[in-house]
């Protein structure tokens, strides 16, 4: 605030507060690298900078008190022999009345040590002696044959000398919070310690009721946006991710126990709003930094293994494992560059099977049998886009990869697009027919007449939206998103306008039939629009 309301320049501003803009983890960096105060300075050029240490004097001060402090309790000092000692002595006593005592009186030599006293003087270095010579005698003998056991053994006598080396690796790894966070740090202990409690036990109601608390506790606290990579380095996303992969294994051991999918809605709906807080908290953590993404990417292959789960309710966007295993790379080239044939093969397979078969789920709801699932579709696409487009920019690998997917599997293009599909704009149109059967369904009941699309069969009905509140679906729309996803796919996948002029590619969408979907509004032609074609998107 100070800094605000001064006159400074813009440049020594942002000198000043540099340490609080920068990552916590160069924060304490910034903080173990302060210099050592100097008494005298040796240069008088007032341009010459002493420290480059951007913090106040008061808190440089505070960490080299800390650092003394630190040096006293560990016992790092320089042993002194008994010479140099009587020297200091008589260096300290200047008068010259001891001085001639000492010459005329002779001093007694000084009792022989008590060993028992010196043992007890010297504390934990008896401890660490012991150890060093019974490990040297180990080492020294022939009885001892296992290449484990010996490499456990130098190890831990590697650790005898390298306490100094421990201390700063631990000191670079520390965090340094201000006293009112003490609350929220307590708080964290609190529900990560009964989160970790919960990895070894069968869910109950009770334990469920727990880890939801405690998920939501953890991500309102202040330390999850604040301090990232303090996350990532206590492991709590694995803690997480190990509870999911229990529910997960449990659920799928229980349906190959029983030979088909779990019947009990209960169990499944507890299962899955498990599920549920594990991949919001998992969603949230990736967002706070990079290195947190990059912890994540680790566990794409099992995300995706369960990416089919739950896509089906609209409610649950951004909270399923599908959501969880694109947060992981999302905006980052590096990671999104790191993406294997084989996971984004995966994918196309679920897409395919959109293609080809409807939504079991939504059908035992109630809803009509389309012969396909747009809705699951358009998260599969939303996946891919993910992966080809990237802080605005094209990844040409990705694209041409999707791209080649897509040709491999023509079922991913949706009932209007593989093989002797009718069209895009035909589908547009359908999809809008049956987007207003709906709506009539809706105003009039069972009763309604007046229907435009086949879709809905002989015999008309639809959910309501009063009982399917959140996850409440309108096919027609669902088709008109999923195609809108499946062109924005192409078009962030296509190659430099360049590239398109020289080669003779196939067209996946014919231009004048994407001119005639563009035409097309509310459900009514634009014959102004239709009547003028530009010659770029003229079929070629």
Avoid at 115 to 124: N, Q, S
Avoid at 207 to 229: S, V
Avoid at 281 to 302: G, I, P
Avoid at 374 to 380: I, K, L
Wanted: some cysteine; glycine content about 4%.
């Amino acid at each position: 605030m100070d800094i605000k309301q001064s006159d400074m320049s813009p440049a020594e501003a942002a000198k000043k507060t540099k340490e609080f803009r920068c990552p916590p983890k160069e924060q304490m960096f910034r903080l173990l690298k302060c210099k050592v105060k100097e008494e005298e300075a040796t240069i008088l050029d007032d341009d010459v900078e002493y420290d480059q240490c951007p913090m106040a004097e008061n808190l440089q001060q505070q960490l080299r008190d800390f650092c003394a402090l630190l040096v006293e309790k560990i016992g790092n000092e320089d042993e002194v022999n008994d010479e140099e000692r009587q020297d200091l002595i008589e260096t300290e006593d200047g008068s010259w009345v001891d001085s001639l005592a000492r010459l005329v009186v002779a001093v007694p030599p000084p009792p022989p040590p008590d060993e028992k006293v010196l043992i007890t003087k010297k504390g934990t270095r008896n401890f660490r002696d012991m150890v060093i010579n019974m490990l040297r005698d180990w080492a020294l003998g022939e009885f001892i044959e296992s290449n484990e056991l010996i490499r456990k053994m130098f190890n831990l006598l590697l650790r005898q000398y390298s306490g100094v080396r421990e201390l700063q690796e631990a000191m670079a790894q520390t965090y340094v919070l201000h006293e009112r966070n003490n609350l929220d740090v307590q708080d964290f202990i609190i529900y990560l310690i009964q989160i970790r409690e919960l990895l070894t036990v069968q869910f109950e109601h009770t334990e469920e009721a727990i880890l939801k608390r405690g998920l939501w506790k953890l991500m309102n606290n202040r330390i999850f946006f604040q301090h990232p990579d303090l996350m990532r380095l206590l492991s709590v996303h694995e803690n997480v991710m190990s509870i999911m992969m229990n529910i997960l294994t449990a659920q799928q051991g229980a349906a190959e126990h029983e030979g088909e999918e779990i019947k009990d809605s209960a169990a499944g709906k507890d299962s899955s709003e498990m599920v549920v807080a594990c991949s919001r908290f998992l969603c949230y953590f990736c967002r706070t930094s990079r290195q947190n993404q990059k912890a994540m990417f680790e566990h794409l292959s099992f995300l995706l293994d369960n990416a089919t789960m739950l896509l089906a309710r609209p409610s649950l966007r951004g909270s399923v494992p599908l959501d969880v295993a694109y947060s992981s790379f999302m905006d980052n080239n590096e990671l999104a560059l790191a993406l294997k044939e084989e996971e984004l093969d995966k994918v196309a397979v679920y897409l395919s099977r959109c293609g080809l078969q409807p939504n079991s789920e939504m059908i035992a709801k109630g809803y009509p049998d389309i012969g396909w699932d747009p809705v699951e579709g358009e998260r599969y696409i939303d996946f891919l886009r993910f992966c080809v487009w990237i802080n605005g920019e094209n990844v040409e690998e990705n694209a041409n990869l999707v791209i080649r997917l897509l040709i491999r599997r023509p079922e991913c293009l949706g009932v209007a697009l593989k093989g002797e599909g009718q069209g895009l704009f035909a589908a547009f149109k359908e999809a809008i027919a049956l987007s207003e059967d709906i709506r009539v369904l809706e105003e009039e009941g069972e009763n309604a007449t007046m229907l435009n699309s086949g879709l809905l069969g002989e015999s008309p009905s639809y959910p309501s939206k009063e009982a399917e509140g959140e996850d409440y679906l309108d096919l027609g729309a669902a088709t008109l998103d999923f195609y809108s996803s499946l062109v924005d796919l192409l078009a962030k996948c296509a190659p430099d306008p360049m590239a398109i002029q020289v080669s003779n590619g196939k067209f996946y969408i014919f231009p004048s039939d994407f001119f005639r979907v563009v035409a097309y509004r509310n459900g009514k032609k634009n014959f102004r629009l239709e009547k003028v074609t530009p010659f770029e998107l003229e079929p070629s």
